[in-house]
């Protein structure tokens, strides 16, 4: 019968062992019958794999026969003599398998058949050398520098009864192996290892695994390196003079780099939460603010083809938007021949010119007025009524047309007797304000109302 049958019956044979309770030994007192059978082996009685031995023999026919006593002997080992190993207790079984075998490895084998009163005598030993490691694949590559991911090719396995790869990896700072992935299917010949380090250095080998089992000794190890980062940004600025924007920008990332974009964040404080504000090729970011005096922090990194991203955690830079410019101060606030009059002082030598905004309150209405482009440290407003409040704040505004805070307010409440009545809207449009010079001195019987703001207490 040829081998690889031999192997087939192995299961038969693990059964009907199986299937039996306490095995019978040899006794040091039993009775040598040489007329009991010997065991002989068919033609190709013996077949051998790396962690396996099994054995064919020939039917026995003598209904004496109760089974068979099997000596083994490791050849590697001191002991000269084989020792009782095992027990077929049944005559009819033709077939053992022994699965306690180390690779590479001679054992001598003999057998002993037996009766319910003696023993025959041992059959002549049989040498018998287990398979060696099967090797692993013949050839192994890696691809270097990909983008926080390796490649290991190899060359499908000769040997048709390998099913699977086992892929193992370990770093520079491993001291094992670690099993990382099994590919099933000889003829699957790579495998790509993802979510490494960028830049980093690790170290593969392939073992082979049989149909039955078997695994084999690791293939040539094979090292990769994973792609570096783009280069970091370098010398980033940002403005800090600028109405109503901030303009940031850096160097040139070499486009040898791989270049692709650069990502610009921002974030109000310094080691706050920064936020993706824009992905642009130019190295120039201008963010657009409503705001006057407005700070914000930007980092900015670079991005390469394979979508890797420098490091950009080690450097902000602070944005500013221009702030606003001081508030004027209210020297001198009165009312002289039905007229308001509003002075006050610069604080800001920035200032190009003067906006006034004037709140009146009737009885029945109320309104909104704003007055642009005063040149003078001087308001002059002819359009009050008689019992109505008004309300005055005087802005500073720069030659970015930038408004700074209001002054405090100043605010008058007029008598019956203070103002002209306005019979209309029209009339009341075209009331004049003069913004220049100061109003001559009052005369006659004229009441003259002079209110002092807040400001008045500062030292000017």
């Not at 003829?187 to 250095?201: P, R, T, W």
């Not at 970091?232 to 003079?241: P, R």
């Not at 009885?363 to 008689?386: L, Q, Y």
């Not at 001195?441 to 002079?450: I, R, W």
């Amino acid at each position: 019968m040829k081998l690889w049958t031999l192997a087939t019956l192995c299961t038969v044979s693990l059964l009907i062992l199986s299937g039996c309770g306490s095995k019978p030994t040899p006794s040091s007192k039993a009775v040598v019958d040489s007329s009991l059978p010997t065991v002989i082996l068919t033609q190709n009685g013996v077949a051998t794999d790396m962690k396996t031995v099994a054995f064919e023999w020939q039917s026995i026919t003598d209904s004496r026969v109760e089974g068979i006593y099997i000596y083994r002997q490791n050849m590697k080992e001191s002991s000269s003599t084989s020792e009782y190993y095992d027990t077929i207790d049944n005559r009819f079984a033709t077939h053992y398998v022994d699965t306690k075998i180390e690779p590479d490895t001679k054992y001598k084998y003999s057998f002993k058949t037996f009766s319910s009163s003696a023993e025959s005598v041992i059959s002549t030993p049989i040498i018998v050398a287990s398979l060696p490691v099967l090797k692993s694949v013949s050839w192994i590559h890696s691809i270097q520098g990909m983008p926080r991911s390796a490649k290991i090719i190899w060359r499908p396995h000769e040997n048709k009864i390998v099913k699977a790869y086992i892929i193992e990896r370990r770093t520079l700072k491993d001291n094992d192996w670690k099993k990382i992935a099994t590919v099933d299917g000889r003829f699957n010949a790579e495998y790509i290892d993802d979510k490494l380090e960028d830049s980093y250095v690790y170290k593969y080998r392939i073992r082979v695994v049989t149909y039955d089992g078997l695994v084999s000794e690791p293939s040539e190890e094979v090292t990769t390196v994973t792609k570096s980062l783009p280069k970091s940004v370098a010398n980033i600025n940002a403005t800090k003079d600028l109405p109503r924007k901030i303009k940031v920008s850096w160097n040139t990332v070499p486009s040898a780099d791989g270049f692709i974009s650069y990502n610009v964040y921002r974030s109000d404080k310094i080691d706050g939460s920064y936020k993706l504000a824009k992905n642009m090729k130019d190295t120039v970011f201008i963010d657009l603010i409503n705001e006057d005096g407005k700070s914000y922090f930007y980092r900015v990194s670079s991005v390469d083809k394979d979508g890797l991203e420098s490091d950009n955690d080690k450097l902000s830079v602070l944005g500013q938007t221009l702030a606003k410019t001081n508030a004027p101060l209210i020297s001198e606030a009165k009312i002289v021949d039905n007229k308001i009059i509003i002075s006050w002082v610069g604080t800001d030598p920035t200032v190009i010119s003067y906006t006034v905004v004037k709140k009146q309150k009737g009885w029945f209405s109320s309104s909104t007025d704003e007055f642009v482009g005063i040149h003078d440290n001087t308001f002059v407003d002819s359009a009050i009524e008689p019992e109505t409040t008004y309300i005055y704040k005087v802005y500073g505004v720069d030659n970015n047309t930038i408004k700074s805070d209001p002054s405090i307010e100043t605010k008058f409440t007029t008598t019956k007797t203070q103002g002209k009545v306005i019979k209309n809207k029209q009339q009341k449009a075209t009331k004049s304000a003069s913004h220049a010079g100061t109003p001559s001195d009052a005369s006659g019987t004229n009441s003259e109302e002079v209110i002092k703001p807040m400001q008045d207490m500062i030292e000017l």
